[in-house]
T-cell receptor, first 115, second 114 residues
Framework: EAGVVQSPRYKIIEKKQPVAFWCNPI?????LYWYLQNLGQGPELLIR????????DSQLPKDRFSAERLKGVDSTLKIQPAELGDSAVYLC?????????????FGPGTRLTVT | AQSVTQLGSHVSVSEGALVLLRCNYS??????LFWYVQYPNQGLQLLLK??????LVKGINGFEAEFKKSETSFHLTKPSAHMSDAAEYFC????????????FGTGTRLTIIP
């Protein structure tokens, strides 16, 4: 069974440029998460989807970040415009369900460097 | 809101020695507790989790953790460290009711000394 797929793995952009990250969750997983992981820190939730619906986006900086999950499968996270402080690893995870003890499966992440 | 504190951002142990990574949680009611491992340039992988019932939880790769309500702790242990255990370890907590967000600690980097 294929795991969570993310692309690109690495991205270097100049500040003020736009950038997009793509995630393909494990087949059959209804819940999809985007996390931000700063260097030396644990992941922090940005947004959670149940199928196509964003059910928790309270930590997503909506002035510059946006996300979508078309048809309840793949998801894209976008930053426009990027700032120096956005340099981090962006992790995507998926699970069968959204609560309780459902295990979250993580992708390898996209490492973003903003110069 | 729940939170976790991991004591020691870096831990070094000799190969074959006991591994002990500390995690304390803060929550009004006992939550679900998790340990994840992250190898360089990879995503997180679940090692073990505590939900209900037996307080000693066994996970993959020989790791185990014990839930101690009186100490609000969920420390991770392994009797004998192996070189392949070198990685970053994260403790995480999730409320059993209400807010379902998984909250991670800041992580502990484990180094194995040959």
């Amino acid at each position: 069974e294929a795991g969570v797929v993310q692309s690109p793995r690495y991205k270097i952009i100049e500040k003020k440029q736009p950038v997009a990250f793509w995630c393909n969750p494990i087949s059959g997983h209804n819940t999809l998460y985007w996390y931000l992981q700063n260097l030396g820190q644990g992941p922090e939730l940005l947004i959670r989807y149940e199928n196509e619906e964003a059910v928790d986006d309270s930590q997503l900086p909506k002035d510059r970040f946006s996300a979508e999950r078309l048809k309840g499968v793949d998801s894209t996270l976008k930053i426009q415009p990027a700032e120096l402080g956005d340099s981090a690893v962006y992790l995507c995870a998926s699970s069968l369900g959204g609560g309780g003890t459902y295990e979250q499966y993580f992708g390898p992440g996209t490492r973003l460097t903003v110069t | 809101a729940q939170s976790v504190t991991q004591l020691g951002s870096h831990v070094s142990v000799s190969e074959g020695a006991l591994v002990l990574l500390r995690c304390n949680y803060s929550s009004s009611v006992p939550p679900y507790l998790f340990w994840y491992v992250q190898y360089p340039n990879q995503g997180l992988q679940l090692l073990l989790k505590y939900t209900t019932g037996a307080t000693l939880v066994k996970g993959i790769n020989g790791f185990e953790a014990e839930f101690k309500k009186s100490e609000t702790s969920f420390h991770l242990t392994k009797p004998s460290a192996h070189m392949s255990d070198a990685a970053e370890y994260f403790c995480a907590v999730r409320a059993k009711v209400g807010n379902e967000k998984l909250t991670f600690g800041t992580g502990t980097r484990l180094t194995i000394i040959p």
